[in-house]
């Protein structure tokens, strides 16, 4: 399917809802009207027991129109993917803001007034925060069979695991064979998604079915879920999710959807719509905090000998997409660097915070910030240059990996030869553009000092999935009308990230045709299509892309048999182009196709199904297409303030090939000013003495804003082994984009060390933290 | 229990059409233009002046219309993203074409706000610099991009601002 000469892919055509995004025009769900408002009572203290709830003067109050709380719900358990089973609302609340009751109301106003009027009273339960204390004997339990819940291959309680591992080789030996070992912890903060727009979903239900509009990242997912929840059919549940006001990981399948759609059914036939405020959104999820212990060992000439990395991660009371992040972990983090001895063990524990989830990678950016810290202090104490180091010990193309048998493997992951990596290569590009060479002095040694300023330089280097991560199964539908133009049916969703683009774009130089005679039909699961993973895991473009080409494929088929007796010649000699079809090498004989279909008198179409990647027939079985991502930044550190300012950070990944370089250069260009938010600005705060978070808001949450952002240039490495052919399932070579930048948070660190020559172990490096640790390194 | 709203019928100049909408006098200035007049390009991204989505100009002036009541918002124009594209051919305005033809569009939840901002600045000042541009949209979160090809979008619209101004 790859092809190097191509008229439509590589180029940057503005994104298919440019227009009606640019004009207002385009529509988001709370756009939408409703005639119901929900409002939720959120639990003011961290744990507790509901003992008595009196929701009858709420109910009394004019346009009150229907109230749920655990008593109406109860024991209905959601079954997320991976996740615990989690009660829809419970009588013991697990943190503040957990749903005391839902409230519908003719007016968001009303329905808020009607929150007063609920009486309530609470038994409090003790709580606890921190992942390593709930795992404690004697800490407060969120869950009567403990508050660790690690998982990766069911949902069942009887399943559940207490931590799970990774490991191949033999670890004793590994740091027994090493001339150095460096040993450290990390505690990283969370991140919050903070997508513009807030979550909101609205449902109606009919007489059997449902219809539900949600701003959400997974439509397939939710309408699996609620036809499970409600026992309907699949095809019973409608998701419509037209425009997504950005995602990141924090726009899944929660409980508030089912929320609403169980008010919706007590109010039949009328829409009722739930949107979260700022505070609510912000506080609804978040990227886990992971307090992270690495041990590296090496020999003396600088190969690791040995890694171990042992993790507990605060999933919330209700979090984490997939319980068991050692997957994600290994495939995103580990095998980073190639080593025969590897031990990595992950601990997932419930804390009386609200949900975490993924956010840009499940854990990569603090397991990234965790390896990438620790790999420069065993360069450092080898006496060695850390780029050097770096090269030294990745992986390149070809290799096995992990590169000895799996020992524990708790997810499965077979061993498999990585196909494209050029790791070297894209880090020698980043460096080269922000002159490493030259800045770099050496650990601790500053490039420049300028009174209390002092510049930095520092890199981050880190490996993910191209997309067919997990295999996720994904279907699309191809249907070639009578003129020749094509309408695309695809699971795809797009967040803002700009899939639908992408698959048009596919579409059309794979058929040959302009952009314009391709229309897509996306966020309608009454299209009929599915997607399991969605827009997750950087995986849209090569597993849509993938499924959508074998579906054209399909078509281009039948429309060379049909082709070939009126050209006379055999079908595999038939050219399909700009809505014709012609003798090869002699496009004088042709035929239109609307004439062409036109004497069958209807459409052709044809559709594709399926997990690829991996599994697939035709891509090569024990495969994994991964890829590289490096960061290099220059910062600077006021001494007085503590105060760290990014100056210029070049930011580099692998996209194989780039369908629509302009989207690619967004992701790029995006992912990385959110990876400056987390080192540096973005602060998850939770006063423990009043029960209260302190970011809740754009203030106190701080994002970053146009004028704090340097001057950021990207390497976007393109490459296609047309040779061997490892993916060709990967469409005309290219991988997803989504994540990978965002990785960088350790490299504006490591150039904090670089400046100021202290390393610090925590996120974000906000002023009070800088100077904090200057202080305490000049007493030392 | 009946919950207590008092109403005013108001004359709202919007988008050059003098329009008479009946609203409650706590309403903001974004509720009337969402939920009475059906302007839903003004995006509810924080409603408390954080954010920038809900963004609109009030005669010519970027202003955040959930900080705004709607009964303060007579006897003035105000001009919101539906208004911008000429209304007889639909052909957008420069600075939207600006941020279509240069990726400073992503999820599109901040773009009715940036767009107007970025036309307030380039009404005034068709050739800013990179920091004005940055000062400009200062007030407008974007998640997605990273702001630079925003950047680049409103410099790109300048420059066609200012073609057309010579031409």
């Known amino acids: 399917m790859t092809n190097n000469a191509t008229s439509i892919v590589g180029t940057s055509p503005p994104i298919r809802e440019a227009l009606e995004k640019a004009t207002g025009r385009a529509r988001f769900v709370d756009d939408l009207p409703a005639d119901y408002h929900v409002k939720v009572l959120g639990s003011p203290h961290p744990h507790a027991l509901i003992t008595r709830i009196d929701i009858n003067q709420a109910a009394q109050l004019e346009g009150v129109s229907a109230i749920l709380t655990h008593e109406d ?17 419970d009588k013991q609340l697990r943190y503040v803001g957990d749903y005391v009751a839902a409230v519908a109301a003719t007016s968001e106003a009303i329905a808020e007034q009607a929150l007063n009027l609920i009486e309530v009273e609470y038994e409090m339960l003790p709580a606890v925060f921190d992942p390593e204390e709930a795992l404690q004997d004697g800490a407060p ?65 009919h007489e059997r079915e449902v219809t539900i509009w949600n701003s959400t990242q997974v439509p397939w997912e939710l309408r699996l879920l609620v036809s499970d929840y409600f026992k309907i059919a699949e095809s019973s549940v409608v998701v419509l999710s037209p425009n997504v006001g950005g995602g990141f990981g924090g726009k899944y399948t929660g409980r508030y959807q089912f929320i609403v759609c169980l008010l919706a059914k007590k109010l ?76 990595f063990e992950a601990h997932d524990v419930h804390t009386n915070h609200s949900r975490a989830d993924c956010m840009r990678a499940v854990q990569v950016p603090f397991l990234s910030f965790a390896i990438e810290s620790t790999v420069e202090q065993l360069a450092e104490k080898l006496e060695m240059d850390p780029v050097a180091f770096r090269i030294l010990n990745m992986p390149e193309s070809g290799d096995m990996m992990p590169p000895t048998e799996y020992t524990e493997n708790d997810d499965f992951f077979p061993t498999a030869r990585f196909d494209l990596y050029p790791g070297r290569e894209l880090m020698e590009k980043v460096l080269d553009k922000i002159g490493w060479k030259e800045k770099w002095n050496g650990f601790s040694q500053p490039s420049s000092v300028n009174g209390p300023i002092r510049r930095g330089i520092g890199m981050a280097y880190a490996m993910g999935y191209a997309g067919f991560y997990s295999d996720g199964s994904t279907k699309a539908e191809v249907v070639m009308n009578v003129d020749g133009s094509v309408t695309v049916y695809s699971g795809a969703q797009e967040i803002g990230q700009g899939i639908n683009t992408g698959i048009c774009m596919l579409a059309a130089e794979s058929l040959g045709l302009p952009l314009k005679d391709v229309y897509l039909v996306t966020g309608d699961t009454r299209s009929g299509q599915y997607d399991v993973i969605n827009a997750r895991s950087s995986h849209q473009l090569a597993t849509g892309g993938h499924i959508l080409l074998m579906a054209i494929e399909k078509v281009k088929k039948q429309l060379r048999e049909m082709a070939a007796p009126w050209l006379g010649i055999e079908p595999d000699s038939v050219v399909i182009r700009n809505k014709t079809v012609f003798v090869k090498d002699q496009p004088e004989t042709a035929m239109e196709i609307r004439d062409l279909i036109g004497s069958l008198g209807s459409p052709i179409s044809a559709s594709a199904s399926g997990p690829p990647g991996s599994l697939y027939p035709e891509v090569k079985p024990g495969y994994k297409a991964k890829q590289p991502m490096v960061m290099a930044a220059e910062v600077d550190v006021d001494m007085e303030t503590g105060v760290v300012t990014p100056v210029r950070v070049v930011t580099g990944m692998f996209p194989g090939r780039m369908i629509n370089k302009k989207v690619v250069r967004g992701q790029a260009l995006g992912g990385a000013v959110q990876t400056l938010g987390m080192a540096l600005w973005e602060h998850f705060q939770f006063d423990r003495e ?91 | 229990m009946k919950p207590e709203t008092r109403t005013r019928k108001l004359h709202l100049n919007v988008n050059g059409k003098t329009l008479s909408v009946s609203v409650g006098t706590n309403e903001t200035l974004l509720e009337v233009l969402r939920e009475h007049l059906g302007l839903t390009g003004a995006k509810t991204g924080c409603n408390q002046g954080e954010c920038g989505a809900c963004t609109v100009l009030i005669d010519g002036t970027p202003v955040l219309s959930c900080l705004r009541l709607a009964v303060e918002s007579e006897n003035c124009k105000i001009t919101t993203i539906e208004g911008l594209a000429d209304e007889e051919t639909g052909q957008p305005d420069p600075v939207q074409q600006g941020f279509i033809d240069h990726a400073g569009i992503q999820c599109g939840f901040c773009t009715p706000g940036m767009v107007l901002s970025a036309k307030a600045l380039l009404d005034q000042n068709p050739d800013p610099d990179e920091d004005e541009i940055k000062e400009s949209i200062q007030s407008n979160i974007c998640r997605c991009t990273g702001y630079t090809q925003i950047v680049e979008s409103i410099q790109a619209a300048g420059k066609t601002i200012r073609e057309e101004k010579r031409d």
């Open chain 1, 141 to 205: 339990l969120l869950y009567p069979e403990g508050n660790a819940y690690a998982n990766a291959t069911g949902t069942t309680l009887e399943n559940r695991k207490e931590r799970s591992v990774q490991a191949w080789g033999d670890i004793d030996k590994g740091f027994a064979d090493a001339d150095v070992i460096v040993e450290d912890s990390y505690d990283i903060k969370p991140q919050m998604h903070a997508a513009l727009e807030t979550h909101v979903c609205m449902a109606q239900w």
């Open chain 1, 73 to 89: 719900v109860g024991s209905n358990l959601l079954q997320f993917g991976c996740h615990r089973p989690t009660p829809t609302m």
């Open chain 1, 690 to 780: 009043q029960s209260r978070y302190l970011s809740k808001d754009f203030t106190d949450y701080r994002l970053p804003r146009a004028r704090d952002i340097p001057e950021i240039e990207t390497v976007l490495l393109e490459q296609v082994d047309e040779e061997s052919l490892p993916h060709e399932g990967l469409p005309y070579g290219g991988r997803g984009v989504g994540e990978m930048t965002a990785w960088g948070a350790i490299a504006i660190a490591n150039a904090v060390e670089n400046a100021i020559g202290v390393r610090i172990r925590t996120s974000p490096l906000t002023a009070e933290i800088v100077l904090n640790a200057i202080e305490e390194e000049s007493t030392k």
């Open chain 1, 268 to 343: 039949k036939g009328k829409r009722v719509k739930m949107n979260f405020t700022r505070e609510e959104s912000l506080l609804h999820v978040r990227r886990p905090r992971g307090k992270i212990y690495t041990r590296i060992g090496a020999r003396k000439d600088g190969t690791i000998t040995a890694l171990h990395l042992k993790g507990y991660f605060d999933i919330g009371a209700y979090g984490n997409f997939r319980g068991g992040s050692n997957s994600f972990h290994l495939e995103g983090g580990i095998l980073s660097y190639k080593t025969d001895n590897a031990w």
